[in-house]
């Protein structure tokens, strides 16, 4: 049984930085891609990052292009996103998503078939 865990979030002041990180485990998902999305308060879940199989190809959502890296460890299964300059509106349930199908970017929530648990991420002003 695959499943994907999640670590790191918190609460973190404007301008500063996390770093959320998915470990998989049960099956390797190191040959697909693999995204990030997060669900504001009041809002539905939405694309934040994927990255392809490789590593070499990335695409992030307009709102955190340039502030947000998405990066990962075939060799160890491993998935992270690196945050930094946050803003008040980064605050949301951040979830990391994989598949088994399909090896290049992935930028909707219909193209993931696995979910981590959520990690909470507050930016305060």
């Known amino acids: 049984q695959a499943q994907l865990v999640q670590s790191g979030g918190g609460l973190v002041q404007v301008g500063g930085s996390l770093r959320l990180s998915c470990a998989a485990s049960?099956?390797?998902?190191?040959?697909?891609?693999r995204g990030w999305f997060r669900r504001a308060p009041g809002k539905e879940r939405e694309f934040v990052a994927t990255i392809s199989r490789s590593g070499r190809s990335t695409i992030y959502a307009d709102s955190v292009k340039g502030r947000f890296t998405i990066s990962r460890d075939n060799a160890k299964n491993t998935l992270s996103l690196q945050m930094n300059s946050l803003k008040p509106e980064d605050t949301a349930v951040y979830y990391c998503a994989g598949t088994f199908t399909g090896s290049y970017l992935k930028l909707t929530l219909d193209d993931y078939d696995y979910w981590g648990q959520g990690t909470q991420v507050t930016v305060s002003s």
């Open positions: 049960g099956r390797t998902f190191s040959n697909y891609a």
